[in-house]
């Protein structure tokens, strides 16, 4: 095994919803460790503008558009992979947030939404990417978990349950898959600070819980570049799943974020709530 730029050489890895945030750091994380990196994302411009940030970063990166929820946009991307040779990674990242507020009142395509990019993306992906790992008796797979995914978070029903649904589907794949040398992983990166936290949509009326989640984030958010980081040694090791959520680690995530000041308000996220009326 190689070390340093070299550690991936040779290897393709799909990243999805990699335009930004989180997605894109774990691209540039594993192009920057000698993988050639196929990109993925809803619009045509952003993917577009996400491998010319990679390329002039020297990593060699391709993309393209896909919508998760669509089975021949994933196969797609699937056969760009491909195009480079082979498949060994594939990490699936692209995620939705919910309309925060109580279940009986959220609107139903709004859950559905959810539902489509979160579940059926994950599927999705994993059922394109596995094959192609069966048949050449190796591969790495990881599915991203969230906030959820080892009990319930009440006003986020739709979110916190696709994301238990995820560790679940993760954790079959993993016993069908043992012995076949396909490794299927589980990550949770934590509170990451990225756009799909800074943009929140509420049910009016619940806004102003969100009003401590600025405090949230300044003691427990990381950096995509600091939440990518254990992708790398996911799939570099015997490791099936990372999950850094532990009381010591918040603890100490919450004290080096104080001293950095993150909690000051001119150092807080920016939020843009957006309110809608409560469904019926």
């Known amino acids: 095994m190689g070390t340093g730029q070299d550690l991936l050489a040779g290897r ?21 460790h000698g993988a050639s990196v196929v990109l993925a994302s809803r619009s045509d411009a952003d993917v577009a503008a996400a491998v010319q940030r990679l390329r002039a970063d020297g990593v060699e990166a391709s993309g393209l558009r896909c919508d998760m929820g669509e089975l021949a946009d994933v196969e797609a991307l699937r056969e760009e992979a491909l195009a480079h040779g082979m498949l060994d990674i594939w990490v699936n990242n692209a995620g939705a947030s919910g309309v925060f507020g109580p279940t009986a009142s959220t609107p139903v395509e709004d859950f559905a939404r959810v539902v489509r990019t979160n579940i059926l993306g994950t599927f999705h992906g994993s059922r394109v990417a596995l094959p192609v790992f069966l048949g050449q008796g190796h591969g790495d797979l990881v599915n991203v978990y969230g906030q959820g995914d080892r009990g319930p978070v009440a006003l986020q029903n739709a ?12 954790e079959t794949l993993r016993a069908e898959t043992k012995g076949t040398g396909v490794r299927v992983h589980g990550m949770n990166p934590g509170l990451v600070i990225t756009d799909l936290l800074g943009r929140v949509t509420s049910q009016r009326g619940y806004q102003q819980r969100l009003g401590g989640l600025q405090v949230v984030v300044g003691l427990w958010g990381q950096t995509p570049d600091v939440a990518a980081e254990p992708l790398l040694r996911l799939i570099t090791s015997d490791a099936p799943e ?3 959520l532990t009381a010591a680690t918040l603890v100490g995530r919450g ?14 996220m920016p939020m843009n709530v957006t309110v809608l009326d409560a469904h019926p």
């Open 255 to 268: 004290i080096r974020n104080v001293l950095a000041g993150r909690l000051r308000r001119r150092n807080r």
């Open 159 to 170: 979110y916190a349950s696709s994301k238990r649904w995820v560790r679940q589907f993760t």
């Open 242 to 244: 990372f999950r850094d």
């Open 12 to 32: 393709v890895a799909v990243v999805t919803g990699s335009s930004r945030g989180l997605g894109f750091a774990m691209a540039g994380l594993l192009g920057r």
